[in-house]
């Protein structure tokens, strides 16, 4: 049996039913605003409610991620669901860029980026991140942990070197600039209003 084919199982399915009522009753969401979250149709996740179907791995995982959750917080079991995240090193799923002028890595789970993302940047000597701008509303916080960086948001430019941060509105033009002949590394905190 495929990932795609896994279903959710007899007793799952039945905890998902009620957790997919109260969570959506609890955002206030109808089944119309679900489905364009989530991307599952709204016949569907009228039959989930109704304990009609039994939805597949996938289908589970994106209305989990919908409510910003894991497939384990979603069902509520506690053999499933764990206090503690890892977001393993070695773990290449949280490679954002990697090549020889940058390499960014996320901390934050996957499932946390609709409101807040947490990114470990390094940047090669004399190189540079440009970014278009963000959503409205978007900042960024910046803590040099190695090296120096130039940091310009809009009209905006400032220095910074070891154990500097700066925050800044990132709706706009931005560049994260390595002004040294030694590697950047900094941590990167997007938040969204």
Avoid at 101 to 108: A, G, M, N, V, W
Avoid at 120 to 143: D, M
Wanted: net charge negative; charged share 25%; proline share 3%.
């Amino acid at each position: 049996m495929t990932a795609r084919q896994t279903t959710v199982g007899d007793g799952g399915g039945q905890v998902l039913c009620e957790r997919v009522i109260e969570l959506r009753k609890k955002k206030g969401l109808t089944l119309d605003q679900l489905a364009s979250a989530s991307g599952v149709s709204r016949s569907m996740l009228s039959q989930i409610e109704r304990g009609r179907a039994n939805p597949t791995l996938a289908v589970a995982l994106r209305i989990a991620q919908a409510f910003g959750l894991s497939i384990g917080e979603l069902v509520d079991q506690p053999w499933t669901a764990s206090s503690i995240e890892v977001v393993r090193g070695d773990d290449a799923n949280h490679l954002f860029r990697d090549d020889r002028e940058c390499r960014i890595r996320t901390l934050s789970p996957l499932h946390l980026e609709k409101s807040v993302e947490f990114y470990e940047l390094r940047i090669a000597p004399r190189a540079r991140l440009h970014s278009a701008p963000h959503f409205e509303g978007t900042r960024e916080l910046l803590t040099v942990t190695q090296g120096r960086a130039l940091v310009e948001a809009g009209d905006n430019r400032c220095a910074l070197a070891e154990g500097d941060s700066a925050h800044y509105h990132a709706d706009q033009e931005h560049t994260i600039e390595n002004d040294s002949d030694d590697e950047l590394v900094c941590f990167l905190v997007v938040t969204y209003q």
